[in-house]
């Protein structure tokens, strides 16, 4: 207990500045490997702070790592810092308002994300410099988790390597250790080739591709039913060929996004789209050429972190949320339907609870509620690291996620303080494992025991590289 009012003391001192740069990131919405204004801030930090800096991790501009201590274990924690597009938002009202036409917003909490975690490795680095203790803690900042599989790609860079165990958390509705469930996805873009014509004069001249993607559509949509019923297949037309209806389109893109439980069974549904796609180049005469744009492993539970970091939720107790935080929640859950308020409940298997606006308890270790499975990157770091994440509450109950509700809950005061929380847990659960090399030990033979039932292999190709221009 000595240890952790220690840290969590610690973690107070500095949460002034943490809240300031969580505020200042937020006003800087940057998607996927455009980071540069945010890596910038968390960089700026990190050196006031003191960290040995490395930058361009896995050759990534906007990936950035801190490390302080010297000898013992090495405890990473995770930050993120994007943005997603199109959910520009004015932040502390409740009601839909674009801050920008069109912009970016951060409407998954990643600003918080990113300063909470590094709010928490600072603590952690002051508290080894008090207690003399042999000891590393890093913070690493990790670009593009939306959609751009920045921490696969650090993973495969070796940039984990020596890491003992990785800690990290995402903003949410509840209190919780995180069930460790997500899917394994893939990012695929299949490009069409075909061949221009007039569309009213010499029709049978031309080959359309953009009738190509719409068939290879229409073909993935009949195997739904043949698929796993929690698989996901979802796609996004990035070039309908042109805008002329009396062209035919030589030329058409669409971009698929395949999920499944683990890699085996992405890898199984991407060889099936790839037929569909060839049927598709057969049907209308076109050539069809397949390119991963990205692709992320399944998260990879770790039972004694997980117990370590309920225990440090629990002695911690949730965050103390004030009436103005309530006041806010309950205006944001006015704009919400009551089916987005009983999916966050039935995420933890308890009934709705009226007029509780924001979660002042913490779920039960264990507790399986109806999944709602979404994907990370951060699969790919607990397939190589014992990794541990928490769940911490900064929205109002019910708030969907990457929606503008987030994006003006950014900068309240509930977040702030579900932030705070956040970095307490984390750099609880950093100072715990370093006072403790059984915990360590504990932790890596659970995660060789996965390993012995499903090696890790990296879900990409070496010659897919970081998508680091936008669109690509």
């Given amino acids: 207990m000595q240890n952790s009012e220690k840290i969590w003391q610690l973690v107070d001192a500095r949460k002034d500045d943490y809240e300031a740069l969580s505020d200042r990131v937020w006003g800087m919405p940057e998607i996927a490997y455009t980071e540069y204004r945010s890596v910038a801030e968390h960089r700026a930090m990190l050196e006031k702070e003191g960290f040995r800096i490395t930058e361009n991790l896995a050759d990534i501009p906007t990936a950035v790592m801190g490390e302080a201590g010297e000898g013992g274990p090495v405890i990473a924690i995770l930050g993120e810092y994007d943005a997603l597009p199109g959910l520009s938002q004015v932040a502390g009202i409740a009601e839909r308002k674009e801050l920008e036409r069109g912009g970016n917003g951060h409407a998954c909490g990643h600003n918080l994300l990113g300063s909470a975690a590094l709010l928490a490795a600072t603590a952690v680095k002051n508290y080894l410099a008090d207690a ?52 394994a996805g893939a990012r695929i873009d299949y490009t069409f080739r075909g061949r221009a014509s007039h569309a009213a004069a010499s029709p049978h001249l031309g080959r359309s591709a953009l009738d190509a993607v719409e068939l290879m559509n229409v073909g993935v949509n009949y195997m739904r039913e043949h698929m796993p019923s929690d698989a996901r297949i979802h796609y996004a037309v990035l070039d309908s060929g042109g805008v002329a209806p009396n062209v035919v389109q030589a030329y058409a893109k669409v971009r698929y996004s395949i999920r499944a439980r683990d890699v085996s069974g992405m890898n199984a549904l991407i060889a099936r789209v790839r037929k569909v796609a060839d049927g598709a180049a057969l049907m209308t005469e076109t050539k069809v050429e397949v390119q991963m744009a990205t692709a992320i492993s399944n998260l990879l539970g770790n039972t004694p972190l997980e ?45 709705v609870q009226k007029d509780k606006p924001l979660c002042d308890f913490v779920v039960l270790y264990g507790t399986k509620g109806a999944p709602m499975i979404g994907s990370t990157d951060v699969g790919d770091v607990s397939w190589v690291v014992p990794t541990v994440q928490a769940r911490c509450a900064t929205v109002a109950i019910g708030t969907p996620g990457h929606s503008w509700q987030i994006t003006a809950q950014g900068k309240s005061g509930h977040a702030k303080k579900g932030m705070v929380n956040a970095a307490k847990v984390m750099a609880g659960l950093a100072v715990e494992a370093l006072n403790d090399a059984a915990l360590i030990a504990r932790a890596k033979a659970d995660l060789k025991a996965r390993h012995e039932v499903a090696p890790y292999v990296c879900p990409m190709p070496d010659e897919v590289k970081p998508p680091l221009q936008p669109g690509t």
């Fill in 307 to 351: 117990k370590a970091m309920q225990s440090q939720l629990e002695r911690l107790g949730p965050p103390p949320f004030d009436a103005a935080d309530r006041k806010y929640a309950a205006d944001i859950q006015a704009t919400l339907t009551p089916e987005d308020i009983a999916s966050s409940y039935a995420r933890i298997a308890m009934p």
């Fill in 132 to 183: 003399g203790i042999k000891g590393r803690v890093r913070y690493y900042g990790c670009p593009a988790e939306e959609g751009g599989a920045a921490k696969a790609f650090m993973v495969r860079a070796g940039c984990f390597e020596d890491v003992d165990i990785a800690i990290t958390w995402h903003p949410g509705a509840m209190n919780r250790v995180d069930e460790a469930l997500s899917l």
